[in-house]
């Protein structure tokens, strides 16, 4: 038994109808991606009152294989996820779980602290906690007279 993606097909008018239908052109526009990762996992984001909270689901993912880092404003989350099945086996009959490398990247906004990351795993989730900068107080400056 196969599986197919449905994906109904409209036509939207004239040349800009053909070039977003156009297999070429998603190929080279995704390139990029594909060249990269193999498989990008779900990443839910959080503000909280004096943090960030960035979730990834990462099942079947060694903690040993995630790379976190921070660089000029810019969190990338990196690592690989192994078959971890033995492909001789008899009985396997469809492979729906991807493995391979994976790679995300986020902006960090201005009042994230860099050097106060930290991350852990929980039942295959990555949890990355950014706190915030602490926020200047504002002060008033008295005037004197000259």
């Known amino acids: 038994m ?14 800009l109808g053909r070039l977003l239908q156009d297999p070429e052109l998603d190929r080279l526009v995704n390139s990029e991606a594909d060249s990269v990762s193999d498989w990008l996992p779900a990443v839910d984001i959080r503000e909280e009152k004096d943090r960030y909270l960035l979730r990834a689901d990462l099942p079947g993912v060694d903690p040993n294989d995630i790379d976190v880092t921070m660089e000029n404003g810019v969190l990338t989350i990196q690592g690989r996820r192994e078959q971890g099945l033995d492909e001789s086996e008899e009985g396997f009959r469809r492979f729906e779980r991807v493995t ?32 915030k900068q602490a926020k200047s107080r504002p002060r008033k400056v008295e005037v004197k007279a000259a």
């Open 100 to 131: 391979g490398s994976f790679l995300r990247r986020f902006t960090l906004p201005d009042t994230a602290d860099g050097d106060s990351i930290k991350a852990r795993t929980n039942h295959g989730v990555l949890e990355v906690s950014i706190d």
């Open 2 to 15: 196969n599986i197919m993606r449905y994906e109904p097909r409209y036509r939207p008018l004239g040349l």
